[in-house]
């Protein structure tokens, strides 16, 4: 019997390639949590439709980085094409899925394609982790499969709709749906991309952290909880240098949506308004140019990030950024810009419309 696995982590791939435990290993590993997500058209263009969006609200775009165009499509849409008829060369297609967000994401994306189409249907089974691929030894693969059901197919169906809409209603109306249980990892990645959406400062949860913690260590958030007379130490200088705050805003509480690469630029943005909430970044956007320059890319990750004044009321929460600063971002299917800001208000964790 022939298997194909499908994986949404790179070093998930490389360990289940090392262990050879399927005739082939595909990853995917493109970002949905970040960025516009087309809702309307086939399945199989779906690349060349997101990446229509990115250029049109001129975005960051990195996913698209090293997707280069070539004859009959880029690398990435040709390889997403043809997935269906390589899944019809298996006769088992295992499908291996982080914890995170964005992989709780592509799981739904696959399900409401492949699920689709009734001679790949049945051959679908499902491995969920609950703790990172990556991180497994490469012996401990322990997670027990279990085939794909009719239930799973109609619920993928539902969310992917739901994320890729308009407006975030219906996505937030299946956090609280007793069937979303039925994927335990998308009830977590529905709460965590809607506190993404700005609250009453007009930031999203990753924003507001960022700013947290620019002159504060990693432990500030959960010290301030616990009473005041937390706040008062000083951060060292060596530490308030921009790859220090990515660093320090990845490992501090939960896991944020975001990656590496999409916290930088969200510094940049933070910096670049304006009415800026941040200062001493050397950058107004990091993109592949800059990461094709050893020195200014040096020069960018030791920029020595402040607060400003702005970004200091932000953390006290008696600004808003959207009164000062143009928006325009995105959730899933949802524009968000300033006459459209759709907020998440976390205490009551309640969708507050525009």
């Known amino acids: 019997m022939s298997a194909l696995i499908l994986v949404t982590c790179d ?22 949590v970040a960025g516009p997500v087309p809702a309307d058209g086939p399945p199989e263009t779906f690349f060349q439709r997101q990446r229509a969006l ?28 043809r997935l269906p008829d390589e899944c019809r060369d298996h006769d088992r297609i295992e499908l291996w899925i982080d914890p995170d967000p964005n992989a709780q994401l592509i ?11 009734p001679d790949i249907a049945p051959r679908l089974w499902l491995k969920l982790s609950d703790s990172p691929l990556g991180e497994r030894r490469p012996g401990d693969w322990v997670l027990p499969p279990r085939p794909v059901e009719a239930a799973d197919l109609a619920l993928a169906r ?52 960022i700013l947290a913690l620019t002159e504060r260590e990693f432990w500030w958030i959960e010290a301030m909880q616990r009473g005041p007379g937390q706040a008062d130490r000083v951060l060292p200088e060596q530490d308030r240098v921009l790859q220090k705050l990515v660093l320090r805003t990845l490992r501090s509480g939960d896991r944020v949506p975001l990656w ?39 020069r960018f990750w030791e920029s020595p990030v402040r607060l400003t004044y702005f970004g200091a009321d932000l953390v006290a929460g008696t600004e808003d950024w959207s009164r000062h600063n143009p928006v325009c971002r995105w959730l899933g299917g949802t524009r968000l810009t300033n006459d459209r800001l759709w907020r998440w208000e976390t205490a009551s964790k309640q969708l507050i419309a525009p």
Do not use: M
């Open 11 to 32: 070093s998930g791939a490389g360990h289940l390639k090392q262990e050879k435990r399927a005739d082939r290993i595909r990853r995917f590993t493109h970002r949905l």
């Open 54 to 81: 990115y250029e049109a609200d001129n975005l960051y775009s990195e996913p698209h980085w090293f997707d280069f165009e070539r004859p009959g499509g880029s690398l990435l849409q040709r390889i997403w094409t």
């Open 107 to 117: 799981l739904v994306q696959l399900l409401d394609w492949l699920g689709a189409l």
């Open 158 to 209: 539902r969310a992917w709709s739901a994320f890729g809409a308009p407006t975030p209603e219906s996505w937030s109306s299946l956090r609280d749906d007793p069937e979303t249980q039925r994927l335990p990892g998308l009830v977590s990645a529905i709460e965590r991309t809607l506190r993404e959406l700005p609250d009453g400062t007009g930031l999203g949860a990753t924003a507001r952290r």
């Open 260 to 298: 590496y690469a999409e916290i930088e630029q969200l510094i940049c943005e933070l910096a670049a308004a304006p009415v800026p909430a941040l200062s001493g970044v050397t950058e107004r956007q990091a993109g592949l140019d800059l990461f094709q320059d050893q020195d200014r890319q040096k």
